[in-house]
């Protein structure tokens, strides 16, 4: 494995930052999440955009412009020769002192890691997974707005240790109104009479790239589909739901609190939408 950092390949273990890199010591930083299909990187435009938007709102700079950094990410999956797989993007704020400060970091950190990636067991993708809510609530947009994807998951993380100690791979997370966001690395789904429905980032979720194309195949396919307000009601009551991520695709969901989703069985929709998803990516 070939570790890009700012300009230049490392092997796996020679790639090391600074201790003083500020995305080490407080999380400062953004990162994104890449599939690749058959050689071809999927949505890179979609998430390299996404990136500096990040970077942008926390005034952090990045020393390429969006046309290098793709060639950048191109180069890499080449170099690994990744032919399917996944890529980490990430951008710290780069090495400074002990203080907060993060004008006194005078360059940030480019790192680019290409290799392979399995999320959730095969066989869940064919049974589905059950889920929890967590106790925890999604940080809200006045706090660190959800559309930043940052390097502190500290909020994420914790729900996953709810999870997992339940016995789940996964927990639901909601906002102080006690609506539903989105997972801790994914977002979600519900089919609910007749209408496919995920909560948009103005309730506390990523715009995931991979929710949009999900959402843009089921218009496409012509089931009707939207963003709209999801409490756990609805949730429990759904006839279907699954959840979206690039490392994850499409997973569907059949048990959420101990409640079975629709018959406990990945529904039409969902197999609909993920025979649309994968053809969509290898084309």
Not at 48 to 72: G, N, P, Q
Not at 135 to 160: F, M, V
Not at 198 to 212: M, V
Request: charged share 25%; proline share 4%; net charge neutral.
């Amino acid at each position: 494995m070939k570790i890009y950092i700012d300009g230049k390949y490392y092997e796996r273990d020679e790639a090391k930052i600074s201790v003083f890199d500020h995305g080490l010591l407080y999380g400062d930083g953004v990162f994104e999440g890449i599939r690749v299909y058959s050689g071809k990187i999927f949505k890179l435009k979609e998430h390299v955009e996404r990136l500096f938007e990040s970077a942008k709102a926390l005034m952090l700079d990045i020393a390429m412009t969006r046309a290098e950094m793709s060639s950048a990410v191109d180069e890499a999956v080449r170099m690994n020769a990744l032919n399917d797989g996944y890529v980490r993007l990430v951008i710290t704020r780069g090495k400074g002192d002990l203080g907060l400060n993060p004008f006194l970091c005078p360059k940030s950190t480019v790192i680019i890691i290409a290799d392979t990636i399995q999320l959730y067991p095969k066989e869940y993708y064919s049974a589905g997974i059950s889920i929890i809510t967590s106790s925890l609530r999604r940080t809200p947009a006045d706090t660190l707005d959800p559309r930043i994807k940052s390097l502190n998951y500290l909020n994420s993380i914790q729900a996953k240790i709810e999870a997992v100690n339940a016995g789940c791979l996964e927990a639901v997370m909601l906002n102080r109104e006690g609506l539903v966001t989105e997972c801790t690395g994914d977002n979600i789904f519900i089919f609910r009479r007749g209408t496919l429905t995920s909560p948009s980032s103005t309730y506390g979720s990523l715009d995931g790239i991979t929710r949009q194309t999900v959402l843009e195949l089921a218009k496409k396919a012509g089931i009707p589909c939207g963003e709209s307000a999801i409490t756990l009601f609805d949730l429990y009551n759904s006839e279907e739901c699954f959840l979206t991520g690039s490392g994850a695709e499409l997973i569907p969901v059949t048990k959420v609190d101990g409640r079975t989703i629709g018959d406990g069985k990945p529904g039409p929709v969902f197999r609909r939408l993920s025979e649309l998803f994968s053809e969509a990516v290898r084309a």
